[in-house]
T-cell receptor, first 120, second 115 residues
Framework: AQTVTQSQPEMSVQEAETVTLSCTYDTSESDYYLFWYKQPPSRQMILVIRQEAYKQQNATENRFSVNFQKAAKSFSLKISDSQLGDAAMYFCAYRLYSLISNFGNEKLTFGTGTRLTIIP | EAGVAQSPRYKIIEKRQSVAFWCNPISGHATLYWYQQILGQGPKLLIQFQNNGVVDDSQLPKDRFSAERLKGVDSTLKIQPAKLEDSAVYLC?????????????FGQGTRLTVV
């Protein structure tokens, strides 16, 4: 079974600074997706960034970037120029990938989350 | 584009009572998920539908939880009877039915408190 581990229950960062959230995962599969989701107090899970395991290039989305180390099964999120609106719970998640439609492969396995606080 | 709609936002019930949650996915999304998020934990899949058929309900406590998705659109999740440990946020999500589409869109969830 796949597992996702986030070892930092809480993190804080000064506004405009950079912060890195850690995530490790365990899987015997070679093809999969990794995600970072943001969950503000409204409770809605919002996709921040996605990484395909077959891609060597790290994904970036504006101020958000990842450091994907497939051999080490590590997937960290870097937030640059932190803003007050970035304050939220951040969840790392894993999903299998298959070229063949395979019902049941689509579920997300989440870590326990990291609460990020932005200090003005 | 309208997002995933869930109701109610909050519900407080006594143990042994029953409760139902409703979800309306994004139009055209064939896959629908119900996740349970206990305080301090990440969401855990309860059940996945493909149109109106169940794909995965291996983590659904079937002695008390049930779910249906009539006509492959709206879905209802029911708990009967509720236990204290069912207190959680229940998240509904939907996605297009495609192996190349990887994004699930989530609703705002229903926070259930069982007292």
């Amino acid at each position: 079974a796949q597992t996702v581990t986030q070892s930092q229950p809480e993190m804080s960062v000064q506004e405009a600074e950079t912060v890195t959230l850690s995530c490790t995962y365990d899987t015997s599969e070679s093809d999969y997706y990794l995600f970072w989701y943001k969950q503000p107090p409204s409770r809605q899970m919002i996709l921040v960034i996605r990484q395909e395991a077959y891609k060597q290039q790290n994904a970036t989305e504006n101020r958000f970037s990842v450091n994907f180390q497939k051999a080490a099964k590590s997937f960290s999120l870097k937030i640059s120029d932190s803003q007050l609106g970035d304050a939220a719970m951040y969840f790392c998640a894993y999903r299998l990938y298959s070229l063949i439609s395979n019902f049941g492969n689509e579920k997300l396995t989440f870590g326990t989350g990291t609460r990020l606080t932005i200090i003005p | 584009e309208a997002g995933v709609a869930q109701s109610p936002r909050y519900k407080i019930i006594e143990k042994r009572q029953s409760v139902a949650f409703w979800c309306n996915p994004i139009s055209g999304h064939a896959t629908l998920y119900w996740y349970q998020q206990i305080l301090g934990q990440g969401p855990k899949l309860l059940i996945q539908f493909q149109n109106n058929g169940v794909v995965d309900d291996s983590q659904l406590p079937k002695d008390r939880f049930s779910a249906e998705r009539l006509k492959g659109v709206d879905s209802t999740l029911k708990i009967q009877p509720a236990k204290l440990e069912d207190s959680a946020v229940y998240l509904c999500a939907s996605s297009l039915r495609s192996t190349m589409n990887t994004e699930a869109f989530f609703g705002q969830g229903t926070r259930l408190t069982v007292v």
